[in-house]
């Protein structure tokens, strides 16, 4: 599994995209699995908790955040029941545009002073949070890493826990594999024809079988061939999805 990095540039937020999360699902993995992942952060970061949260692209109408982390069942709780992740600024894309990651300080948590204090009794005193995505599952996410103990940074220092927590992300995708349904893996790469990919992409701008045939001096069935070939590789239903899928894998 490849992780690649990815930042948004427009919308309201990066994990809100599409439809605002009605819920989160803390997703559990063996203890001694936990336990190893929270020792290889400590060692590779220096610090001591870690979390994932994750959004599928696939379905679009899904309505969930999955998160796995090793906060312990009182956080999880809390973070549940105050519905946290509604004002919670790591979420937003707007505090990762054109950086590397973000540094929790005390003006992140500006419009959100309950999470903040919440999470300073619970303990937590230092941050940082990264966008993630991977390049064989149609997921996006977040990996943040923290602790108890203060951690005077600066931007640079993000810049290179960035590369700290790039195998970290993967083995904790790796942890939750066939736990739960973030998106049909795309572990085997799908190869749209040129001409396969520019008749999605005039599809992508509203023309028809019959207005794309004109432009591209082909007959209907022509255009109606490619689309179903292009469908069946995607392995959607229809030209709809297939163009919102090729869309999202960012192969158009």
């Avoid at 599994?1 to 999360?21: C, F, H, Q």
């Avoid at 040129?194 to 255009?223: C, F, M, N």
Wanted: charged share 25%; aromatic share 14%; glycine share 6%.
């Amino acid at each position: 599994m490849e992780l690649v990095w990815y930042v948004w540039d427009g919308g309201n937020a990066m994990i809100k995209s599409r439809t605002n999360p009605s819920a989160v699902k803390f997703l559990d993995i063996d203890y001694f699995d936990k336990q190893k992942l929270a020792m290889e952060v400590r060692e590779n970061t220096g610090f001591e908790f870690f979390s994932l949260v994750l959004r599928p692209c696939i379905p679009f109408t899904n309505n969930y955040l999955y998160i796995i982390d090793n906060y312990g069942c009182e956080w999880e709780g809390l973070y549940q029941d105050k519905k946290f992740w509604t004002i919670d600024p790591v979420l937003q894309h707007k505090n990762y545009v054109n950086k590397s990651g973000i540094l929790w300080e005390n003006s992140l948590f500006d419009k959100s002073n309950e999470l903040w204090r919440s999470a300073e009794d619970f303990g937590l005193c230092s941050g940082m949070s990264f966008l993630v995505s991977f390049s064989d599952m149609p997921v996006r996410g977040v990996f943040s890493i923290s602790s108890k103990d203060y951690y005077y940074a600066n931007n640079q220092d993000v810049k290179m826990q960035r590369y700290n927590v790039c195998p970290l992300s993967i083995k904790v995708m790796d942890c939750i594999k066939g736990k739960v349904d973030v998106g049909k893996s795309v572990a085997n790469p799908v190869f749209l024809s040129v001409r396969e990919a520019d008749i999605l992409r005039y599809s992508a701008d509203g023309l028809t079988s019959s207005e794309i045939s004109k432009k591209l001096y082909v007959t209907k069935s022509t255009i109606d061939f490619h689309i179903k070939n292009a469908i069946d590789k995607l392995g959607c239903k229809n030209k709809v999805q297939a163009v919102s899928k090729a869309l999202l894998l960012d192969i158009l």
